[in-house]
């Protein structure tokens, strides 16, 4: 099965879910006050219009806003503050519960006891704690090709917003080439390295951790892919493979997990991954 036919398949399963949609009540409209963001021209009576209407509906960067004096106009700060709070949501609050609960992903954790230690001491993310170790041991075969790893990382928003498209279509992708592989499940507050001791608990030849990357003012909402084969105490970052930008305004996500899964084939076919891959290609 080729890329194309996994993502229509993942496709017509998406569209028979139920979708998201905003919808308030009149007492929630009440009581707040609801902001839409909205492109627009800001730049007061512009040489070409047209022009600058088009560019800044094709990137997120803010170009055409206009000021005020010396400053950016109410509508483009308030925009500013909105896109800011949002990448701080993204760091800082939690997964859903009912999000990975929809997945069916375990939830294991890291050795951080709070988001405070998790983004000051790099270390305790890279490890899994105590009891995630011994559920790991008693829980995962071993002798699997691949082990999927989902993390919040820095963006539990991409998480959420991302995951439940791209997994389906990576999952797909690889039972299409019969490449064996464990149950994904995801990890909190735990970072790309964490990848290193899973695969020597469950002695899998491929780990892929699938991790919310560092939001900015253009997206909260974007994850990237963090492959590397066989890992151990020797592995250095040459040795892993990375895809980022994995969003609705990036690399769809289910274009995305085809496309993982046709790399994963590759990557068990030369038996390397990161920079070693890269030049075989």
């Known amino acids: 099965m080729n890329i194309e036919q996994i993502v229509k398949e993942v496709l017509s399963e998406i569209q028979e879910r139920p979708k998201k949609q905003h919808s308030y009540t009149q007492e929630y409209q ?9 492109n627009q021209v800001g730049v007061v009576n512009p040489k070409d219009y047209e022009y600058i209407d088009d560019v800044i509906h ?3 960067a803010r170009i055409g806003i206009g000021r005020s004096g010396t400053r950016m106009k ?7 503050r909105i896109d800011h709070a949002a990448a701080q949501d993204a760091v800082f609050k939690d997964v859903d519960d009912s999000v990975l609960e ?3 992903l375990p939830i294991l954790h890291s050795s951080a006891s709070s988001m405070e230690e998790y983004l000051m001491n790099l270390d305790v993310g890279r490890r899994l704690n105590k009891d995630s170790e011994q559920w790991l041991r008693n829980n995962a075969e071993t002798g699997k090709q691949v082990q999927i790893i989902v993390s919040d990382g820095l963006s539990s928003t991409g998480i959420e917003e991302t995951i439940p498209d791209l997994l389906p279509s990576l999952v797909q992708g690889l039972k299409s080439k019969n490449v064996s592989m464990n149950d994904p499940f995801f990890i909190r507050k735990s970072r790309v390295w964490i990848q290193d001791e899973v695969a020597s608990l469950v002695g899998c030849d491929l780990v892929i951790s699938l991790i919310g990357e560092r939001p900015g003012l253009a997206t909260a909402k974007s994850i990237s892919a963090y492959l590397i084969y066989k890992p151990n105490e020797n592995s ?3 040795d892993r493979t990375v ?4 969003h609705e305004g990036g690399v769809p996500p289910v274009e995305a997990g085809a496309y993982l899964a046709d790399i994963i084939e590759k990557m ?6 990161g920079v070693k891959f890269a030049q075989l290609q």
């Open 30 to 38: 009440t009581k707040h006050f609801i902001y839409e963001k909205e």
């Open 58 to 60: 094709k990137t997120p």
């Open 74 to 80: 109410t509508k483009n700060y308030i925009d500013f």
């Open 102 to 104: 929809s997945m069916n």
């Open 236 to 238: 250095v970052e040459a």
């Open 243 to 246: 895809f980022s930008n994995i």
């Open 268 to 273: 068990l076919q030369s038996k390397t991954s």
